[in-house]
């Protein structure tokens, strides 16, 4: 005799198992169809967008162009008798102009500072894919050399969050001085899994930034900061990279630091000038 009990059950059980079904595939949708809008979010900046920033580091804004059209803004700011050059990478979000505050870290040590934005970001244009990251990320690279006159062993590449794997492809095709990382991650794929676990992520993506694969082929030193309380690149993500670092190494640890404010803290700023010498002595 059939329980109509156990089939009231039994159907509650079909109709959570069809919602389960319903939502991962809406989200595998979204992380297919909104990826740009999500993982990168470029926000523009209109062309007669005049640059300010309070703490009154000197600076010019420079464009870089490529043969396809493509248009690269960009903000370098000096301090004499510089010691080397900080190629920025900067994060996902914004344009040079929130990330232009963060110059006085760097020039205040002794270095030049180098920013740019990505295609699609502030005033740069152009159409944007992985590839087109590295490779403008290596015309930016090759042209401090060409333009503003450092050689490699000169140049820090800096990348944070969102960069630090363009960053990581850029030192390990390169020989620059060191490479410092500020919230990196393993790879795109192991975020989006720890925050929304059970997608194919691997086959979804469009964008992977594999840095646990190049990172394997870095020769100069490393030198990375990640905070424990890092809800965007959990903490755990960047201490994977650990084991795949050939070259020396060096991972600082910010208790209590978040995703966006470890340049609020003094162990930060004591790590980078310490890194910035440890480099500079090599």
Not at 107 to 121: A, H, I, P, S, V
Not at 125 to 134: A, D, L, V, W
Not at 186 to 206: G, S, W
Request: charged share 15%.
């Amino acid at each position: 005799m059939i329980n109509p009990n156990k089939m009231k059950r039994n159907k509650k059980i079909y109709l959570h198992f069809l919602s389960g079904l319903a939502l991962l595939a809406m989200l595998a949708a979204a992380a297919v169809i909104f990826q740009e809008r999500i993982l990168l979010f470029p926000i523009p900046l209109h062309q007669k967008h005049t640059f300010r920033f309070k703490h009154g580091q000197p600076f010019e804004e420079l464009f870089f162009s490529k043969a396809d059209s493509v248009s690269l803004n960009a903000l370098y700011f000096t301090t004499p008798n510089p010691k080397g050059l900080i190629f920025y990478l900067h994060g996902n979000a914004a344009n040079v102009q929130r990330y232009g505050r963060y110059a006085p870290d760097f020039t205040q040590k002794g270095y030049n500072l180098l920013m740019y934005d990505y295609r699609g970001f502030g005033k740069s244009k152009g159409t944007i894919n992985e590839t087109t990251f590295y490779a403008d990320a290596q015309m930016l690279y090759d042209s401090i050399q060409q333009c503003l006159g450092f050689r490699q062993e000169d140049i820090v590449i800096y990348g944070r969050s969102l960069g630090t794997g363009i960053a990581t492809k850029l030192a390990a095709d390169n020989h620059p001085r060191a490479l410092m990382l500020e919230t990196p991650y393993y790879n795109i794929a192991d975020v989006a899994q720890r925050r929304v676990p059970l997608l194919p992520y691997n086959k979804l993506l469009r964008y992977n930034f594999r840095t646990d694969v190049w990172i394997k082929a870095v020769k100069c030193p490393v030198f990375i900061f990640h905070g424990t309380n890092d809800w965007v690149v959990p903490y755990q993500s960047g201490q994977l990279l650990l084991p795949y670092i050939d070259s020396p190494a060096h991972f600082v640890t910010i208790p209590n630091g978040r995703h966006n404010n470890l340049r609020t803290f003094t162990q930060y700023h004591q790590a980078l000038q310490n890194f910035l010498q440890e480099s500079a002595g090599r």
